[in-house]
Protein backbone atom coordinates (compact mmCIF):
# COMPACT_ATOMS: atom_id res chain seq x y z
CA UNK A 1 0.00 0.00 0.00
CA UNK A 2 1.11 3.40 -0.67
CA UNK A 3 0.90 6.31 1.33
CA UNK A 4 1.17 9.91 0.38
CA UNK A 5 1.38 13.57 1.64
CA UNK A 6 -1.49 15.54 0.32
CA UNK A 7 -5.38 16.10 2.08
CA UNK A 8 -6.64 12.57 0.66
CA UNK A 9 -7.10 10.05 2.92
CA UNK A 10 -7.99 7.81 0.35
CA UNK A 11 -7.60 7.65 -3.07
CA UNK A 12 -8.47 5.00 -5.16
CA UNK A 13 -7.60 5.07 -9.39
CA UNK A 14 -9.05 2.62 -12.11
CA UNK A 15 -10.09 -0.35 -9.34
CA UNK A 16 -11.34 -3.22 -10.95
CA UNK A 17 -11.78 -6.59 -9.06
CA UNK A 18 -12.14 -10.16 -10.63
CA UNK A 19 -15.40 -11.44 -11.03
CA UNK A 20 -16.94 -13.47 -8.74
CA UNK A 21 -21.07 -14.52 -8.34
CA UNK A 22 -20.62 -14.21 -4.22
CA UNK A 23 -19.39 -10.43 -4.32
CA UNK A 24 -20.47 -7.44 -5.86
CA UNK A 25 -18.85 -6.20 -8.80
CA UNK A 26 -16.02 -3.69 -8.86
CA UNK A 27 -15.21 -2.11 -12.59
CA UNK A 28 -12.75 0.58 -12.95
CA UNK A 29 -13.65 2.49 -9.97
CA UNK A 30 -11.96 6.02 -9.36
CA UNK A 31 -13.18 8.44 -6.11
CA UNK A 32 -10.96 10.70 -3.48
CA UNK A 33 -11.69 10.92 -0.17
CA UNK A 34 -10.10 13.64 1.47
CA UNK A 35 -9.05 13.82 5.09
CA UNK A 36 -12.11 14.91 7.25
CA UNK A 37 -15.07 13.51 5.32
CA UNK A 38 -17.79 11.79 6.58
CA UNK A 39 -18.69 9.51 3.89
CA UNK A 40 -21.83 6.97 3.15
CA UNK A 41 -21.60 4.47 0.32
CA UNK A 42 -24.39 2.69 -0.86
CA UNK A 43 -23.97 -0.92 -3.03
CA UNK A 44 -25.84 -2.94 -5.20
CA UNK A 45 -29.51 -2.64 -3.69
CA UNK A 46 -30.91 -5.35 -5.51
CA UNK A 47 -28.19 -8.00 -4.21
CA UNK A 48 -27.51 -9.24 -0.75
CA UNK A 49 -23.53 -9.17 -0.01
CA UNK A 50 -22.52 -9.44 3.64
CA UNK A 51 -20.10 -6.56 3.22
CA UNK A 52 -19.07 -4.10 0.46
CA UNK A 53 -16.30 -5.57 -1.60
CA UNK A 54 -14.67 -1.73 -1.92
CA UNK A 55 -14.13 -1.81 2.24
CA UNK A 56 -12.47 -5.36 1.52
CA UNK A 57 -10.11 -3.55 -0.85
CA UNK A 58 -9.32 -0.44 1.19
CA UNK A 59 -8.65 -2.58 4.10
CA UNK A 60 -6.36 -5.04 2.22
CA UNK A 61 -8.49 -8.22 2.83
CA UNK A 62 -8.72 -8.46 -1.11
CA UNK A 63 -6.14 -7.38 -4.33
CA UNK A 64 -7.60 -6.07 -6.62
CA UNK A 65 -6.79 -7.40 -10.23
CA UNK A 66 -5.86 -3.56 -11.67
CA UNK A 67 -5.93 0.00 -10.81
CA UNK A 68 -4.19 1.68 -7.87
CA UNK A 69 -5.43 1.86 -4.28
CA UNK A 70 -3.15 4.48 -1.70
CA UNK A 71 -4.04 4.96 2.02
CA UNK A 72 -3.17 8.13 4.23
CA UNK A 73 -2.53 6.87 7.61
CA UNK A 74 -3.41 3.70 10.01
CA UNK A 75 -7.31 2.33 9.17
CA UNK A 76 -9.90 0.97 11.84
CA UNK A 77 -12.63 -1.43 10.52
CA UNK A 78 -15.83 -2.88 12.08
CA UNK A 79 -16.38 -5.73 9.19
CA UNK A 80 -18.40 -8.02 10.81
CA UNK A 81 -19.87 -7.74 14.24
CA UNK A 82 -19.70 -11.39 14.80
CA UNK A 83 -15.96 -10.74 14.82
CA UNK A 84 -15.60 -8.13 16.56
CA UNK A 85 -17.31 -9.44 20.11
CA UNK A 86 -16.98 -12.90 22.05
CA UNK A 87 -20.48 -13.70 22.34
CA UNK A 88 -20.34 -16.05 25.23
CA UNK A 89 -18.58 -13.08 27.14
CA UNK A 90 -20.20 -10.02 29.01
CA UNK A 91 -20.41 -6.47 27.42
CA UNK A 92 -17.78 -5.12 30.11
CA UNK A 93 -15.40 -8.33 29.26
CA UNK A 94 -15.34 -7.54 25.97
CA UNK A 95 -14.80 -4.03 26.49
CA UNK A 96 -11.38 -5.10 27.57
CA UNK A 97 -10.86 -8.04 24.64
CA UNK A 98 -11.35 -5.57 22.24
CA UNK A 99 -9.24 -2.43 23.03
CA UNK A 100 -6.58 -5.33 24.31
CA UNK A 101 -6.45 -6.77 20.44
CA UNK A 102 -6.73 -2.80 19.31
CA UNK A 103 -3.39 -1.89 21.51
CA UNK A 104 -5.17 -0.72 24.49
CA UNK A 105 -2.94 -1.25 27.92
CA UNK A 106 -5.75 -2.32 30.59
CA UNK A 107 -5.09 0.64 32.22
CA UNK A 108 -6.46 2.82 29.13
CA UNK A 109 -9.26 0.89 28.51
CA UNK A 110 -9.91 1.21 32.96
CA UNK A 111 -9.87 5.14 32.06
CA UNK A 112 -12.69 4.87 29.13
CA UNK A 113 -14.95 1.98 30.69
CA UNK A 114 -17.46 3.56 31.80
CA UNK A 115 -17.54 6.58 29.31
CA UNK A 116 -17.99 3.19 26.56
CA UNK A 117 -20.58 1.68 28.81
CA UNK A 118 -22.60 4.63 28.86
CA UNK A 119 -22.34 6.26 25.66
CA UNK A 120 -23.17 2.62 24.41
CA UNK A 121 -26.77 2.86 26.59
CA UNK A 122 -25.94 -0.80 28.48
CA UNK A 123 -25.72 -0.19 31.82
CA UNK A 124 -28.39 -1.94 32.65
CA UNK A 125 -26.61 -5.36 31.00
CA UNK A 126 -23.16 -4.59 30.40
CA UNK A 127 -22.26 -8.04 32.40
CA UNK A 128 -24.62 -9.98 30.37
CA UNK A 129 -23.32 -12.14 26.94
CA UNK A 130 -22.93 -10.17 24.46
CA UNK A 131 -25.54 -12.96 22.35
CA UNK A 132 -28.17 -11.07 24.09
CA UNK A 133 -27.86 -7.51 22.84
CA UNK A 134 -29.13 -6.24 20.24
CA UNK A 135 -27.67 -5.75 16.60
CA UNK A 136 -28.35 -1.46 17.68
CA UNK A 137 -26.49 -2.05 20.94
CA UNK A 138 -23.65 -4.24 19.51
CA UNK A 139 -22.76 -1.90 16.59
CA UNK A 140 -22.74 0.89 19.11
CA UNK A 141 -20.66 -0.36 21.75
CA UNK A 142 -18.32 -1.56 18.68
CA UNK A 143 -18.24 1.77 17.40
CA UNK A 144 -17.53 3.40 21.20
CA UNK A 145 -14.74 1.47 22.16
CA UNK A 146 -13.01 2.03 18.71
CA UNK A 147 -13.78 5.76 19.21
CA UNK A 148 -10.34 5.47 21.64
CA UNK A 149 -8.14 3.83 19.38
CA UNK A 150 -5.76 5.82 17.65
CA UNK A 151 -6.41 5.27 14.13
CA UNK A 152 -6.76 8.03 11.07
CA UNK A 153 -9.42 6.61 9.00
CA UNK A 154 -12.44 4.18 10.71
CA UNK A 155 -14.35 2.30 7.89
CA UNK A 156 -17.68 0.42 9.41
CA UNK A 157 -20.12 -2.12 7.49
CA UNK A 158 -23.17 -0.55 9.07
CA UNK A 159 -25.08 -3.66 8.14
CA UNK A 160 -28.53 -2.43 10.07
CA UNK A 161 -29.93 0.64 10.83
CA UNK A 162 -29.73 2.59 14.32
CA UNK A 163 -33.10 3.79 15.27
CA UNK A 164 -32.44 4.96 18.87
CA UNK A 165 -31.74 8.81 18.52
CA UNK A 166 -29.73 9.01 21.61
CA UNK A 167 -27.46 6.18 19.81
CA UNK A 168 -27.13 8.09 17.16
CA UNK A 169 -26.65 11.21 18.86
CA UNK A 170 -24.14 9.47 20.74
CA UNK A 171 -22.41 7.71 17.54
CA UNK A 172 -22.55 11.66 15.89
CA UNK A 173 -20.85 13.36 18.87
CA UNK A 174 -17.88 10.55 18.45
CA UNK A 175 -17.47 10.85 14.78
CA UNK A 176 -17.74 14.93 15.06
CA UNK A 177 -14.88 14.98 17.58
CA UNK A 178 -12.88 12.32 15.48
CA UNK A 179 -12.98 14.20 12.06
CA UNK A 180 -12.29 17.68 13.58
CA UNK A 181 -9.04 16.32 14.52
CA UNK A 182 -8.46 15.38 10.86
CA UNK A 183 -9.69 11.56 11.06
CA UNK A 184 -11.92 10.58 8.23
CA UNK A 185 -14.96 8.33 8.66
CA UNK A 186 -16.51 5.51 5.78
CA UNK A 187 -19.46 3.78 6.26
CA UNK A 188 -21.28 1.12 3.62
CA UNK A 189 -24.61 0.86 4.56
CA UNK A 190 -28.53 0.61 3.59
CA UNK A 191 -29.70 2.93 5.83
CA UNK A 192 -30.48 6.52 4.94
CA UNK A 193 -31.86 7.98 7.78
CA UNK A 194 -28.41 6.55 9.67
CA UNK A 195 -26.22 8.29 6.65
CA UNK A 196 -28.29 11.57 7.06
CA UNK A 197 -27.45 11.60 10.52
CA UNK A 198 -23.63 10.93 10.49
CA UNK A 199 -22.14 11.95 6.93
CA UNK A 200 -22.25 14.89 4.49
CA UNK A 201 -20.95 13.43 1.52
CA UNK A 202 -22.60 9.67 -0.50
CA UNK A 203 -21.63 7.60 -3.09
CA UNK A 204 -23.96 4.80 -4.99
CA UNK A 205 -22.14 1.71 -6.82
CA UNK A 206 -24.23 0.18 -8.57
CA UNK A 207 -23.49 -2.93 -10.95
CA UNK A 208 -19.68 -2.39 -10.13
CA UNK A 209 -19.77 1.39 -10.92
CA UNK A 210 -20.04 4.69 -9.28
CA UNK A 211 -23.30 6.15 -10.74
CA UNK A 212 -23.55 9.04 -8.20
CA UNK A 213 -21.18 11.37 -6.02
CA UNK A 214 -22.22 14.36 -4.20
CA UNK A 215 -24.05 15.49 -0.75
CA UNK A 216 -25.56 13.38 1.18
CA UNK A 217 -29.53 14.70 1.06
CA UNK A 218 -29.01 14.23 -2.82
CA UNK A 219 -27.57 11.02 -2.76
CA UNK A 220 -30.17 9.77 -0.53
CA UNK A 221 -32.75 11.08 -2.28
CA UNK A 222 -31.74 9.71 -5.61
CA UNK A 223 -31.31 6.03 -3.66
CA UNK A 224 -34.61 5.86 -2.53
CA UNK A 225 -35.76 7.11 -5.80
CA UNK A 226 -33.34 4.38 -8.00
CA UNK A 227 -34.67 1.61 -5.26
CA UNK A 228 -38.22 2.05 -5.27
CA UNK A 229 -38.16 2.02 -8.64
CA UNK A 230 -36.45 -0.66 -9.38
CA UNK A 231 -33.70 0.42 -11.63
CA UNK A 232 -30.91 -1.82 -12.76
Known amino acids: METFN ?26 TISKGEVVAFFNDMDRHFKRSRIMDLITLKEKSSSGRIRVNGTVKSISNLSKVFDPKLSGRKNIYLRCERLGMSRLETEIVESEIIHCSKIENCVDRPVEKYTDEQKMCLALMIDSYIKRDIQIVNWAMEIKDENLIDNIRNKTKN ?17 AKALCKRGIIIKNGEIIADGSIDDICNFYLEITERGIK
Open 6 to 31: DNAAIKLKNISAAEDPQKESVKNISF
Open 178 to 194: FVDSGGTFIMFSKSINN
